[in-house]
């Protein structure tokens, strides 16, 4: 069998069309174009890459493996990649360093060069290179912001619409729903808090808790008498919101680490129906427990805590303040100009007030996420003018017509004046 002789050297450019419009490469992309002869090659190069410099579309890496250091020079265009190597090898249509390497980026990050497209995140890093750096890893740069900035707004972080946050979806009240007089969280956010009632002894002092009767003992028929006709309507509530919790359990995986929004709209819509209920109550508890299935055992009492409800509704307000370079956005809870605070890592849907021990429900499932989004990005949002026409008018804008945003410029520090003295002696 001939051997199609090789027609260029390596060192000139080389054009991979790309089937995706995303900037993406796949396997598929680099094998259509790619020699038989290369693509059966034994030679061994695993390719290590090194960010060098990024100019207009031309992305150069350093390619090293062992002793072998070359530079693959790439030029990122809508559809296509032109690529060429320092090696200068004759070849047909690769070199085996430009290959591998492209290979390996294929195979374990296709979206690599989506950093490098136009208005992508390579030109933000260089345009504020105080706030930025290019990690070098096995499979070339990643960028990642340097302190103070840990969440930036396009980056590592997005944040849900911030529409209709103060609009409280219309529900119809149903009278069997109610809630109950332990608010319940769990651990590794595999589930929302909810309700449940629980009888226990009092202590001999008539204040505090002696021990709690088990979750399955106080929803028993046989304890029915204990409760009242409204205490009774919070027993059903809480019984629905178990099966709506048992629900999502049976769906997620413990391990998730993230909230799913989605599946929470009903029990939701059970905490707002439930709690102008709750809140008459005399006395409430807040427990923390691991997993749904411990709901079969007596609440710890170590693990809880005497807690007070309140009708009010507490509002996030917003502000974004300017610096040369970039903006920062963050968000205070308050009520009635009292700082609240969040645990959103395990009471998402509730402001506490610290010194009250008080509960607030916030208004709406829509806040509630972004109040969620926000504590975790704490102790604020950093966003570049690269991404500040999109967070304009994904974030900024809401939250301007629901009067949620405070706009403030950095003020520069005032330089202190050093009086000079006078060498000269005045005359007496």
């Known amino acids: 069998m001939n ?72 030029g990122i265009e809508p559809g296509s990649l032109t690529v060429s190597c320092s090696c200068n090898q004759p070849v ?79 529900t119809t009240p149903r009278r069997e729903l109610q809630p109950t007089y332990i608010i319940l969280s769990f651990s590794r956010r595999c589930l929302p808090p909810i309700l449940m009632p629980c009888l226990y002894k009092p202590a001999k002092t008539g204040t505090g808790i002696k021990s709690f009767a088990s979750f399955p003992e106080t929803i028993a028929a046989g304890n029915a008498h204990h409760f009242t006709e409204i205490q009774q309507q919070l027993n059903s509530y809480c019984l629905v919101m178990l099966k709506e919790a048992e629900k999502i359990s049976a769906t997620n995986d413990y391990y998730g680490r993230e909230w799913q929004w989605q599946q929470y709209t009903t029990l939701f819509n059970l905490w707002q129906q439930a709690w102008p209920l709750l809140s008459t109550q005399p006395f409430i508890v807040y427990s923390h427990i691991y997993q749904l299935k411990f709901l079969r055992k007596k ?83 950093s966003v570049f003018k690269q991404q500040y026409k999109s967070f304009q008018k994904q974030v900024l804008k809401p939250l301007q017509q629901q009067k949620l945003l405070t706009i403030s410029k950095q003020k520069n520090p005032k330089r202190k004046s050093v009086k000079k003295t006078s060498n000269r002696q005045s005359s007496s």
């Open 92 to 170: 047909q249509s690769l070199c085996i360093h430009s290959y591998r390497a492209l290979k390996e980026i294929a195979f374990r990050r296709e979206n690599y060069f989506q950093y490098f497209a136009p208005g992508g995140w390579a030109s933000t890093a260089l345009a504020n290179k105080k706030a930025f750096v290019f990690n070098d890893e096995q499979l070339g740069p990643l960028i990642k912001p340097l302190p103070p900035h840990s969440k930036v707004y396009g980056l590592n972080m997005q944040l849900p619409l911030t529409a209709n946050l103060l609009a409280q979806q219309q």
């Open 299 to 381: 609440p710890w009492l170590r693990n809880t805590k005497p807690i007070t409800v309140s009708t009010e509704k507490p509002v996030p307000q917003f502000q974004l303040r300017q610096f040369p370079d970039h903006r920062r956005f963050s968000m205070d809870m308050m009520l009635q100009n009292n700082l609240l605070q969040t645990e959103a890592g395990i009471l998402p849907f509730f402001a506490i007030c610290p010194e009250t021990n008080c509960f607030y429900l916030l208004p709406t499932i829509h806040m509630a996420q972004l109040v969620a989004d926000m504590h975790d990005a704490e102790p604020f949002i």
């Open 3 to 74: 051997k199609t002789p090789n027609s260029r050297f390596s060192a000139l450019p080389f054009s991979i069309p790309l089937a995706a419009q995303d900037y993406s490469i796949s396997i598929q992309d680099l094998n259509a174009v790619a020699d038989e002869t290369l693509q059966r090659k034994t030679a061994y190069f695993s390719p290590h890459l090194r960010f060098k410099s990024f100019r207009g579309n031309q992305l150069i890496l350093l390619n090293n493996y062992r002793e072998e250091c070359y530079h693959l020079q790439i």
